[in-house]
């Protein structure tokens, strides 16, 4: 019911407005998020900067179908010590993590997680957010990306995501999913990452109404450094 305001007579005391006060402080603040960066053990030294040397203009071209078909890093563990702060080293399918990596398709979902970043979900399917890809963009703060060139990028990249995606560029997605209702086809570049927090388990993804979905892959892009609409494929 929209607030309605109205005029109060003179000699009444006005106890409804400091109502009113109060019911919308306790709506802002079940509203209000707490962000926190990711921890070692989230491997986020790794997944929020970019392997030396990386030159973000030339990426490398990959079908989306081979990063949802790419198996698991060989040999690596869940929470793996070995690679909290360091890049796995061995090639899966001839593709290494932190290779700059560009890829097109369809995105069903955009939502944000207790970290900050933005959850993309991707997929080959005009239709279905079935057997997806994630691609993630950090929050342009600096406890929560180190490097400057990258958090300026993010910058940039969180507003028009807000704008072209939900039409807002005020409104953050919900924790539990927002899904597109229009065709939305994009080229999305990021560094390719592995998520082994999630070895042995199942890649996290979102479904309709905030539940819990599996991705296809637990490799994702990560961080994305570019990211813009496409021509659809015919």
Known sequence: ??????????????????????????????????????????????????????????????LLSDLIALPDAPGVA?????YT?????????????GDLVRTEG????????DDGDYHIQVTNSRTSGNRCFIVELPKDQSAFEKNAAQRARCAKL??????????????????????M?????????????????????????VQPGGHKGKAATLWELHPVTSIAFAAPPH
């Not at 869940?78 to 070995?82: G, L, T």
């Not at 702060?85 to 993590?97: C, F, K, Q």
């Not at 229009?182 to 388990?201: A, K, N, P, R």
């Open 106 to 113: 369809w995105v069903h979902v955009i939502a944000e997680d």
């Open 181 to 205: 209702v229009g065709e939305c086809y994009m080229s999305i570049t990021g560094q390719l990452f592995f998520d082994d927090w999630h070895v042995g388990g199942e890649a996290r993804g």
């Open 1 to 62: 019911m929209p607030f309605e305001h109205r005029r109060i007579g003179r000699g009444l005391r006005p106890q409804w407005p400091i109502a009113v006060v109060l019911i919308l402080c306790l709506a802002a603040g079940l509203q209000a998020r707490t962000y926190k960066p990711g921890s070692l053990k989230a491997r986020w030294p790794v997944k929020t900067t970019l392997a030396s040397g990386t030159s973000v203009t030339h990426p490398r071209e990959v």
């Open 85 to 97: 702060s360091t890049r796995i080293p061995e090639a899966v399918d001839g593709l290494h993590e």
């Open 78 to 82: 869940a929470q793996d010590a070995r």
């Open 158 to 179: 969180r507003p028009f995501l807000r704008t072209s995606l939900l039409h807002d560029a005020g409104r953050e997605p919900s924790k539990g999913g927002n899904w």
